[in-house]
């Protein structure tokens, strides 16, 4: 959710907080707020509600300086969007920022109202460092060990940083099941929420573990873990380009998040496909190979965008390896009594690893006797890899808009290979493997050959962006993808969309039904286009407008749009029907003039609950 950018350094900070914090604006746009520590030890700190560019123009003519400071920008959660509300909090000498939920900061709060703090806010962070400040006035003791007495105080997910003008050499970081990064420096270091921030000034990073408390230096950082002992945690260097965060040609990041599928599927697909017929995963070894001889069954857990790839796999795990599958939202399976299926494996999805939803079902999943768990990801040093048994990385690139694009379609290329190399391990024959294989190296170029169609698609955006109401149609596994064009549609646009099986219309949908409201259909030529086309004839004679997306021939009347889509192998045809639903999401929303990489009310990494 919200972005966390601290430093402590030899030079004046200010500029590098402002732009670190606007890289991090996808995470968090209702406020920002920083504060460093100037050459009298004193505090300064500016806050305002909206952009980072709000923030920006504040600090323009205050000619701001300092060498040790934090910054912040955020997605409300405790307290309404203001300034009040705004992070840094300061208690005294004492300055935090702090990203998720203290779930018990009600009852903190009245504890410490009652030994005399009287709160600005209305935020659980202001909770956080006056408990700090009340902790270190009882003791008397430095910050950090005060940090790791409060810690066991406070219950939920969060991550925080905390200085001390008293002592301005050092940065304290918590990590408590919401992510934050060190960036290593010469003669200086950062910490951050996401290595976007840093990217431009370092690539060497440590990732702090959960229960990791931090001391950041100039000179060196010391990590104490969850027992409160010193431990050394890996240096990784990032091959991620700073380039990567730039939006190049194209007007928004979704815009070119979308035309770089084709290549990160390939970055997907490389060093997994052998001779183009053999799919081979390194990280799978002996141990997980024995697993996936005896699994009898697959349990997937996801949210959002994720958990339509999840439904996707459901069909390709029945359809093709003969294993049952059932696919489940995180915040549900995580909220109700559960039964274990005999011999289930158990899988998460994630582009950012540290949804708090998904996470939360991974740590239940590991006391209820699943034969393992492997969770498929885009971001290596996450939560969610850090914690699972076994982890496949998509290798899509860094993802910075909201809406995701280019996560769901490697994540499904990933749970395609993993089915077809089940199937070979399991059936102890490769045919469903190589078919797969070869198909999977035509997919990016049938993918370039969907994105030309970006004019045509464009044309039907401008006929129904000012419409309020749209349905989505699909069967069988182009449902899922009916689902996930729906929810790009909303995210960006804040045009009502629901999403039907195709056959369930005549069950109730079909009441919804007139000239008024458009109808999406995905309509690929497989067994199923038949049992479609008479959906089609049914909206036909209620009036209704539809737009199908198909590589078939369709009888066309007054009230039918075909954007015929070229050929696709029907094992791939839910990644390939995909793009056509992203573009004309995107196209609506730039017709509607909405903020498409940053829409209202949403974050791209959801770390609470």
Known sequence: MCGIVAAVTQRNIINFLLESIQRLEYRGYDSSGLALINKNNDFIRVRSIGK????????????????????????????????ENTHPHISSHIAIVHNGIIENSLKLRLFLQKKGYIFQSDTDTEVIVHLLHWEQKKTGKSLVEVIHNSV?????????????????????AVCSGSPLIIGLGVGENFIASDQIALLNITKRFIYLKEGDIAIIKAEKTTIFNKNYSIVRRKIIESDVKYECVKKGKYKHYMEKEIYEQPDSIRNTLKNRLKNNTTIFFPELGLKEINIFLNVEHIQIVACGTSYHAAMVAKHWFESLANIPCDVEVASEFSSRKLA???????????????????????????????????????????????????????????????????????????????????????QKKNNVEKKIAKILTILPYRIEEILKKNKEIKNIAKKLYNTKNILFLGRGDQYPIAMEGALKLKEISYIHAEAYPSGELKHGPLALIDENIPIIITAPKNLLLEKTKKNIQEICTRGGLIYIFSDAEINLEKNITLLKVPYVEEIIAPIFYIIPLQLLAYYIALSKGTNIDQPRNLAKSVTVE
């Not at 066991?152 to 304290?172: E, F, P, R, T």
């Open 340 to 426: 274990v299926r005999k011999k289930s494996f158990f899988i998460t999805l994630s582009q950012s690893g540290e949804t708090a939803d998904t996470l939360t079902a991974l740590r239940i999943s590991k006391k209820l006797g699943y034969l393992g768990n492997l969770t498929i990801c885009n971001m290596k040093g996450s939560s969610l890899v850090q914690e699972s048994d076994i982890y496949l990385l998509t290798q899509a690139g860094i993802e910075i808009g909201v809406a995701s694009t280019k996560s769901f379609t490697t994540q499904l290329t990933v749970l395609l290979m993993l089915v077809a190399k089940i199937v070979s391990i399991k």
């Open 152 to 172: 066991i105080k406070l219950h939920g997910n969060y991550s925080m940083v905390a200085m001390d003008s008293n002592h301005s050499s050092k940065l304290i």
């Open 52 to 83: 980072v560019k709000e923030l920006i123009k504040k600090t323009k003519n205050k000619k701001l300086s300092g060498k040790i400071g934090l910054a912040h920008t955020r997605w409300a959660t405790h307290g309404k969007v203001s300034e």
